[in-house]
Structures are given as C-alpha cells and as structure tokens.
C-alpha cells in the first residue's frame, strides 16, 4: 500500500516536472522574428516574443526601499495592491541595500524582476542572469525620457536588457539643526582638518571608493581622473588614501536607511552622504535632516527593472516593468523615494507640482557631474587603451581590506 | 496494516496460510542486524551528513577556488590565492585577532556574571523564589534579537540614555566601538552562560560547603578549591556557547560597532562578489572553534553538556 502511493507521489512529481519543463518551452519557444540584429544570440537568450497576455501567479521583486511599496511601510504608499487588482499576478517583495545584495539574492534565482542599478545591471547581463527586453512590449517605455534609454548600463550590443526607472544623486546629508545653510563642499567628510572628528557616515559599500574618486577629480585634477568608475592603479591607491584619511571622521558606515536617518536624527552622525529617501524618512516628524548636491559633483544612480532569464511569470513580469514606469506610478515612487522619475509624463502627475524641477528630472546639464554607478572592469571606461583599469572584484577587497583595518 | 491485522481463525482442515510479506520482512530484520542498524540510522545520519557535514566540505572547497572578476562567477580551479591574501594582509589579520579577543572578552565576562548569580539563584535565594528567578534570566530570550541590538542602539547613542546617565556624573559616553559590542554580546549571551552554572551549582551537594567549612577552610579557599572544581565543566560548557556565538556575529557589531568590523562583517562583504574568498575567510572562525573543543575536551566539559 504504501508501495503504491510511492509510486503515485513520483508519478505526479515527475508529470510537474515534464508540465514546468513544457511551459517553460512554450514561453521560449518560437522568438525568431523578434531576434536580435546580426543573428547571433545575444546574452540571456532571446527577448520575449509577445504577445503579453492574461498573467496569473506569483511575481517575485527583488527591489531597492521604497521601490516597490505595499502599504506596509505607510498605508498610503502602495502600487503593489492595485497592480495585483489589476492584473491578477500576485506579488512578494524583496528588498536589498546595495548592488552587491542585490546580485547575490539575484543569483539565487528565487526572483523574477529587479531594480538594478548601474554598478549591478551589467554584472546580471554578462552573468546571463538576465533576459533581454522587447522594450515594444512596454507601452510605456515610450514616455521615458530619451537621455536614459540605450545607455552601457541598460543595453549592451544594442539589446535593451530592462526599462530605465528613476535617476537621482547621492546627496550630502546633514542635520539641519547644525547646518542653518546647507554646506556646498564635501570638503568636511574628506579633509584631514575637518571639525567633524567622528561625525560623518560614509556608505558602506565597495562602490563608495568612486565617491572619493569623484572628489579628487576636483581637488586633484593631476590626477587625471575622467571617470570615478574607471581607475587605473595610481588613481585608485589616491582615492584609497584619501578613504583612509578620511577614517577618524567616521562615526559609522552606514547599511541601511533607517539606521542612518537615526544616527542623524540622534546626533551620531552630522553629515552623511545618501539619498533623499533618507531625509524624507526622517523628517517625517519636522525637519532633521537637509540634503544638497555639493559643487564637486556627485556619484548617482539611473536605475533599470530587469527581468529573470527562465522566469515562469514573464507575463506578470512585463507587466509589473509597464507597471512601474507608467506616468501615475513613476510619479509615486520619485516622489516616495525622492529622485528623478524616468517617465516624462509623471512630472505632470505628482503631488508636489515642483517635484520635477526639485529633482531636476528635465534638466540635462544637472545631471552633467552626477556619475551614475556602474561597474569598473579591467579594460577602463573612459577609453583609454595604454593601461587596465582596477576590476570591481578588487573594489570589493579593497574596501574589505579598509573596513577591516 | 492490512496485513498485520489478526487474521479469523482458520477452519479446521484448511492449511495454515503461509505467513504475510510484512512477517518476512520482520523476521529477516530480526536477523540480519546491520539491515537493522542501517534502518534506524539512515534519518539521523542523512541528515547529520547533508545538512552539516557536506555544507562543510563545500565550504573547504570553496575556500580554494577563486572568481571571474567581471561576472562574480565562481572558477573552479584549485588555488591558494584566498588564503595568500588573508594572510599577507595586516588588515585581515588584524580582524581575526579583533574577533578572538572581543569572543574572549565577552566569555570572561559572562563568566564574571553568571558565578555570583548562579550563586545566589541557586543557594541565596529563597527556594520559594528560584524558579522566578530562572525566569526572569530566561525572559531576554524570548524578545528576538534584532530588537534587542537595536534597543542598545539607542540606549548608547550620543543623545540616548546612557550618556544622560554618565552625564549626570560628568562622564562622556563612549559611543559605538568595540566596547559597545563588547557590552551588548555580554549581554545577549549571559543566559547561556547562567544556565549550565547554575546547574552544577544546585546539582553541587550542600554537605560538601559545610564540610569545607568545618575543616576550616575561609569562603575563598572554598570557592577555590571546592566549588570551582564542581562547576568547572559547566563553565567551559557556557563558554563555548559564548565563544562560538561572538566569534560569529556581524549584526551587533554593525549596528553598534561604529567603524570596527570583525570577521563575520567581512565575510557578509564578500560573499556576493567573491564566494571563495569570503569562504577562506569563513574557514577561519572554524579552524579557532575546532582548536577550542579539542582544548575543552580536555577538561571533561563536554560530557556536562
């Protein structure tokens, strides 16, 4: 008896098998007339062929905060909700609080869709963790703002691998009782005679070293740094050093946003480098924390919705990246998480009128010294041929080697 | 069960049925013992080797591959490479060192704790009041840990409570670091270690103080020399539950550990863009535990626990 539901069990284990294994090829199955250009198969396999249809099932997100929000932060802050109304698809979210997270819970497979920024999309792209994009199945994707499409972060070959979602800077943060004036430098976190011994909260992240870089590129123009992501050997060790010099100022590295706006709130930290989502999180409950982008520029993100290369969901997948660049959701979520929406439509629709002209979304010499993250590689960025850039695995190490000192 | 189930007496005249499958199979397990013996450990034996000893050897084996540099995938090609950096890096090894000695530090504390509480729990207290007493060291574990952290978090921050209290008597706090982590891991860890001591010490005979004293032995001599011994096994049993659980710990120190890190930070650094390195670093928490057992062994604690 016992024998026999055995068999059964593996009978139906195995015809769950053969079912996952026939949706699977029915969902790649005949691409060939959406192929990309040239022939060969680009990185990921081929794009979705469409039509996007009735979805059903569960869409996992993988997400920046304030990304994908469901009402549990704040009630009143949820697109989730009524995209699962809408469309059927139930969805989870995830959140991460770098690149680095982001890759790895990626590469678990365990998710569907992710907010990707610059410094994590191309590492999924050539990790062919991805799948590339029929931007054409996105209707939206028509209204996003030309200067963010086909950009190295989000197409490679030509083949868009995602839709671009939102852009910001990562600002100088400061308490707002010390500074009655926002400070224009960031002078204060890097210099040797800086009065803030102890006082100021770095990112914790590998991709930090390019915030130095950015800093250097005004300080020490010798240097000859064209861009913070591409660092030969002699660039990189300066922007190390001047992380080291900057140590006996930190109070803390900060992980994650919460923890941060506390250190600010509590007086731990006076000036910090993050995101407006911070100082809109703490100032909840009057004005705590300012935000500026000082003169010597700043690194930043431009961020992209990907999709997983076998995801079972695809549909629910095109239609969350419609989803969350549609003009009345981009607006939300520029405004929840403070940056720049992608959609050219959303500055029409957000509850502040001045949020667009607060976060510069249509002026393009703004973003001029705003250098969007992106991953470093051997061979540098910027062009330059007689030299190797330092990789990003070395980053990492680098800023292991530093935190651990 | 079908075939168990008593059978009706059989007619007389009819032969005896040959016996059922399920008889067989009894019978050929009664004789065979290692048939019996593979039996009743193949659960707790799969489980002993699939989920800790082959997650173990992965992580050796892991420890000497290295990674593409661009993607983060792992190659798969034996090298020392990830050791050659911890060990040529004064940065790394200076972690380690960090972590022995905040795990030391923590488990001499606990230790400094736990006697005199144990004690008194077990001795001092009213027998009406022990087991509240109990209940209330167990209490802390019942709140999640996360919380906890976070609660010292804004107990020692500049404007919280302990820099009032220091304040009062001008002192200025010492805000996060190692000393905040130092505190807070004492703190979390204590039951495990009042709990084995206050074990050995209500297991420990009343008659043995009493003759210590009649002998003339002064309170001193008697913690010494007759109750140190008694509750010895416990306390290296408590301490490796300290030991192992600071030496492992990376959320404390990120939370109130300002700019310290200890190896578990910088394990959480790595693992995502470089698995192998971050598994040599993660060999070495185990190298210094499997060093402390094979220490304790010696002692005997480890039947106490």
Not at chain 1, 79 to 108: D, H, I, R, Y
Not at chain 1, 199 to 207: F, H, L, M, N, T
Not at chain 1, 212 to 230: H, R
Not at chain 2, 12 to 22: E, F, L, N, Q, Y
């Amino acid at each position: 008896m016992s024998r026999t539901r055995l068999l059964r069990m593996a009978a139906l284990g195995s015809s769950v098998v053969l079912l996952a294994a026939a949706c699977g090829g029915s969902d790649s199955g005949g691409t060939d007339e959406t192929g990309a250009a040239g022939g060969d198969t680009p990185l990921g396999g081929e794009p979705y062929a469409g039509p996007v249809g009735d979805a059903t099932g569960t869409l996992n997100v993988l997400a920046w905060p304030g990304y994908a929000e469901d009402g549990s932060t704040d009630p009143a802050v949820d697109w989730v909700t009524p995209f699962e109304e809408e469309t059927g698809c139930e969805v989870n979210v995830k959140v991460f609080a770098t690149s680095n997270e982001a890759v790895q819970l990626f590469q678990t497979g365990q998710y569907d869709v992710v907010s990707a920024s610059g410094d994590a999309s191309l590492r999924l792209v050539y990790g062919e963790l991805v799948q590339p994009v029929d931007t054409d199945l996105v209707p939206n994707y028509a209204d996003i703002f030309p200067e963010l499409k086909d950009q190295p972060w989000n197409t490679v070959e030509g083949v868009n691998y995602g839709v671009p979602h939102g852009r910001g800077a990562n600002l100088l943060l400061y308490t707002a009782a010390e500074y009655p004036e926002a400070p224009t430098s960031w002078a204060d976190m890097w210099e040797a005679d800086s009065p803030l011994v102890g006082k100021v909260s770095p990112y914790d992240d590998a991709i930090y070293i390019a915030d130095a870089a950015v800093y250097l590129m005004a300080t020490q123009p010798d240097l000859g740094i064209e861009n913070p992501y591409s660092l030969d050997q002699e660039q990189f060790d300066a922007a190390i050093a001047l992380l080291e010099q900057q140590k006996p100022l930190v109070s803390e590295y900060w992980g994650d946003v919460v923890k941060q706006g506390q250190g600010l709130a509590n007086g731990t930290t006076l000036q910090s480098q993050g995101w407006q989502l911070t100082a809109n999180l703490a100032n909840a409950e009057g004005d705590v924390v300012g935000t500026t982008k000082p003169e010597e520029g700043a690194t930043g993100w431009s961020d992209t919705w990907m999709i997983k290369k076998d995801t079972e969901v695809v549909d629910c997948a095109y239609k969350w990246l419609d989803h969350v660049v549609s003009p009345e959701v981009n607006a939300q979520i520029a405004e929840w998480f403070g940056e720049a929406p992608a959609n050219q439509e959303s500055c029409a629709l957000t509850q502040n009128e001045d949020h667009c002209e607060l976060f510069h979304a249509e002026e393009t010499e703004y973003w001029d010294d705003v250098y969007y993250w992106t991953t470093p590689t051997e061979q540098c960025l910027d062009g330059r041929t007689d030299t190797t850039c330092v990789a990003y695995d070395e980053w990492v190490q680098a800023w292991s080697t530093l935190r651990s000192g | 069960m079908v075939a168990t189930s008593p059978a009706a007496p059989a007619p007389p005249g009819v032969p005896a049925p040959s016996p059922g499958p399920v008889r067989v199979a009894q019978t050929w397990l009664h004789r065979t013992v290692w048939a019996r013996l593979a039996a009743l450990l193949a659960l707790p034996l799969t489980w002993l080797v699939l989920i800790y000893l082959v997650p173990l050897a992965l992580l050796f084996v892991t420890a000497l591959w290295s990674t593409d540099s661009f993607t983060g995938l792992v190659v798969r090609e034996l090298t020392f490479e990830n050791y050659r950096d911890i060990f040529t890096e004064p940065a790394f090894l200076l972690t380690v060192l960090r972590t022995v000695v905040v795990a030391a530090t923590v488990t001499v504390l606990c230790a400094l704790i736990a006697l005199p509480m144990g004690f008194f729990m077990s001795r001092v207290a009213s027998p009406r009041w022990r087991p509240l007493l109990l209940a209330l060291v167990l209490t802390p574990l019942w709140a999640a840990y996360l919380v906890k952290v976070y609660a010292w978090r804004t107990i020692l921050s500049p404007s919280g409570p302990a820099a009032d209290v220091l304040g009062w008597f001008g002192l200025s706090a010492p805000g996060y670091g190692l000393g905040a982590v130092v505190l807070v891991l004492t703190y979390l860890w204590l039951p495990y270690m009042v709990l084995p001591v206050h074990t050995a010490l209500s297991a420990m005979p009343e008659s043995l103080v009493d003759a210590a004293a009649d002998l003339g032995a002064r309170p001193w001599r008697t913690f010494r020399d007759v109750m140190l011994p008694v509750i010895w096994p416990a306390l290296v049993a408590g301490s490796i539950f300290t030991f192992s659980l600071s030496l492992g710990d990376y959320i404390t120190v990120q939370l109130v550990g300002g700019t310290r890190q200890m190896l578990g930070n910088v394990v959480y650094q790595n693992f995502s863009v470089n698995l192998p390195f971050a598994a040599a670093m993660a060999t070495l928490p185990v190298v210094v535990m499997v060093g402390y057992l094979l220490a304790v062994r010696r002692t005997g604690a480890l039947e106490n626990l």
